[in-house]
């Protein structure tokens, strides 16, 4: 069975500076991998997969993640962070029948 | 705004009451998806849909129920409620080709 960890439960960064927030996964065959994020009282929305090609993800509000595969990781990165950055983030990776697991989150915090 | 939209947004539950959940999507999706929220566990899947008329089961799927009678609506049932199940429920849909899920916004249960 597929797995994601995200080890970190609240990152905190400052504004301008660099954001990174880390996942690792466990999944067998070629891994397909989102990162969703989640504002308050609201649904998730995408952000950003991979599925095949370049280790270096762009997605939306300036996000990229990299693909790691001897690490078996993909983290989310930032070059500057912005206060409405300030969210929940999931990372997920595509199991049998297609389904997301997720992981546990990551509440990023940044202060102004 | 099309989407996945999920009734009702909110609702409290004497234990023992039972209650359904409705899930509709307007995009023609295939697929169809509940995962339920909790602080600190991500989102967990309770029960999914591969098209209309079929179900199956996720993660976490002890006392729910689901139907998928028409292609666009995916219905999340609780029997017999319980304080366990309280939680935040998410709805999603996905296409067959598609590789993004596509999140309602979400309903609070909470069971006292």
């Known amino acids: 069975a597929q797995s994601v960890a995200q080890p970190e439960d609240q990152v905190n960064v400052a504004e301008g500076n660099p954001l990174t927030v880390k996942c690792t996964y466990s999944v067998s065959g070629n891994p397909y991998l989102f990162w969703y994020v989640q504002y308050p009282n609201r649904g998730l929305q995408f952000l950003l997969k991979y599925i095949t090609g370049d280790n270096l993800v762009k997605g939306s509000y300036g996000f990229e993640a990299e693909f790691n595969k001897s690490q078996t990781s993909f983290h989310l990165k930032k070059p500057s962070a912005l206060v409405s950055d300030s969210a929940l983030y999931f990372c997920a990776v595509r199991g049998s029948a297609r389904q997301l697991t997720f992981g546990s989150g990551t509440q990023l915090t940044v202060l102004p | 705004n099309a989407g996945v939209t999920q009734t009702p947004k909110f609702r409290v539950l004497k234990t023992g009451q039972s209650m359904t959940l409705l899930c509709a999507q307007d995009m023609n999706h295939e697929y169809m998806y509940w995962y339920r929220q909790d602080p600190g566990m991500g989102l967990r899947l309770i029960h999914y849909s591969v098209g209309e008329g079929t179900t199956a089961k996720g993660e976490v799927p002890d006392g729910y129920n689901v139907s998928r009678l028409k292609k666009q609506n995916f219905l999340l049932g609780l029997e017999s409620a319980a304080p366990s199940q309280t939680s935040v429920y998410f709805c999603?849909?996905?296409?067959?080709?598609?590789?993004?899920?596509?999140f309602g916004s979400g309903t609070r249960l909470t069971v006292v």
């Open positions: 999603a849909s996905r296409a067959d080709r598609g590789h993004g899920y596509t």
